[in-house]
């Protein structure tokens, strides 16, 4: 009897796993395809300040090439900063910043960027939005101290 209830349980437990099927009309969505038009997305960020918008668009932009990208991000994560006041867009827009210049960042090792090597305009655009990053109290004083001038 042992035995029937043991085959009987593999024979259950090993069955093939199916994955979903999809319906008629439907399409299988990633986590990095945008669900909306792009124009609408960008739009909703602009003018709306709608945080899914924004988080769509980021992981849109995550696929895409190195110089779209951060120039993308670092233009509508601006926006979504300085007009919305919204907090992960400032760590973004430094983020795409720091990728642009070939810069390492790790957050929250602020010890570890080291903007010594930029052009003088580049270090001054970078400590600028840090210290609005202190202003904010995204960064303490002693992250923005640390930083490698």
Request: glycine letters at 0%.
């Amino acid at each position: 009897m042992r035995y029937i209830i043991l085959i009987v349980f593999l024979l259950f437990s090993c069955q093939k796993k199916t994955s979903p099927q999809l319906k008629d009309n439907e399409e299988l969505v990633t986590m990095n395809q945008i669900s909306i038009d792009y124009d609408t997305l960008t739009n909703r960020v602009k003018f709306k300040g709608d945080t899914l918008a924004y988080d769509e668009l980021f992981y849109h932009l995550m696929d895409s090439d190195e110089i779209s990208r951060t120039d993308t991000l670092m233009y509508y994560s601006r926006i979504m900063a300085e007009k919305y006041n919204n907090e992960k867009a400032f760590l973004d827009y430094f983020k795409a910043f720091c990728e642009k210049n070939n810069i390492y960042i790790d957050y929250p090792h602020y010890n570890r960027l080291d903007l010594s090597r930029l052009p003088v305009n580049s270090k001054k655009e970078a400590e600028n939005w840090l210290h609005k990053m202190l202003d904010k109290k995204i960064i303490t004083e002693e992250q923005f101290n640390s930083v490698k001038r």
